[in-house]
């Protein structure tokens, strides 16, 4: 017999936790292509290069003619077409290629539940879409603080327009990670799984569309319900109605149905999460 220099771990052996975290941190380094090719890193940082820039833009803009042209909440529903594709391209990364290839039995032979490992992929694809849109958010409020002229009240009338875009932020990506990974992890074809996230959001636009133009009044005001991008809008509207709706009061009209909105909401994001779950246990089972 040859001894070939195994030796046993005598180290700290650190558990479910640090499995958790480890996960949830390599899938926001997957997320933004970082640790892999420069292939991979082009679509994620052309995107944030265009918010970046669109942002910058902005401030430019706003210190030239001093009026603001988008409200922080405004940037992120002015961007949430980028956010689409974002979801597309980087959701089957994070969920397809691991079915694909059938390395999940690995995952689960570690101290990881099942459901830890839907739910670290979803908080990474939350995370990474909330920066998408929560970093030209800052650069917004940095151009707007360093050039406002009202002193220190400026700078914290500032911060209470930002807390409301960076709060809707948080909404974008709740919901819109939620549906991306649930789609993703119908297959282990990237390419099937980004064309079917793309489907989702674009397909259910018409639908909205038929909705809102039928003879009531009552239809039309629920007619978001139907497509994912107008179901958060609505329930922006509700929540956050002071900095979405502009000061014409012209935009979407949501009637008293904003409980409703916030309660589809809530109720679509704890499905897809259920339905990620109840995916990756009959995954566990082959």
Known sequence: ????????????????????????????????????????????????????????????????????????????????????????????????????????????SRPLRLVDYPLAK?????????????????????????????????????????????AYAVLWAGVFSAIGLAAASVTGKRAFAAGGIVAVFLMTIPIGGVLSVLPSVTVNQLAGLATPSILVQGTGIWLFRDALVPESGTGLDIGDFGPVYGLVTVVLIAGCIAALIARYRKAARR
């Open 122 to 166: 979803f908080a990474a694809l939350a995370t990474a879409v909330f920066m998408l849109l929560g970093a030209p958010q800052l650069v917004m409020f940095l151009g707007g603080a360093f050039t406002t002229d009202a002193g220190w009240s400026g700078v914290w009338d500032e911060v209470t327009d930002l807390a409301p875009g960076l």
């Open 1 to 108: 017999m040859h001894d070939i220099g195994y030796q046993r771990y005598t180290g700290v052996r650190l558990g479910r936790r640090h499995v958790v975290g480890a996960l949830y941190a390599h899938s926001l380094r997957t997320a933004f292509g970082l640790g892999r090719s420069a292939k991979a890193k082009i679509f994620p940082w052309f995107i944030v290069g265009v918010v970046v820039v669109a942002a910058a833009g902005l401030v430019a803009v706003r210190a030239q003619i001093g009026q603001v042209l988008l409200s922080y909440a405004q940037f992120a529903d002015t961007m949430s077409w980028l956010v689409i594709f974002f979801v597309a391209v980087v959701a089957p990364e994070l969920v397809s290629r691991d079915l694909g290839s059938g390395v999940l039995p690995l995952y689960f």
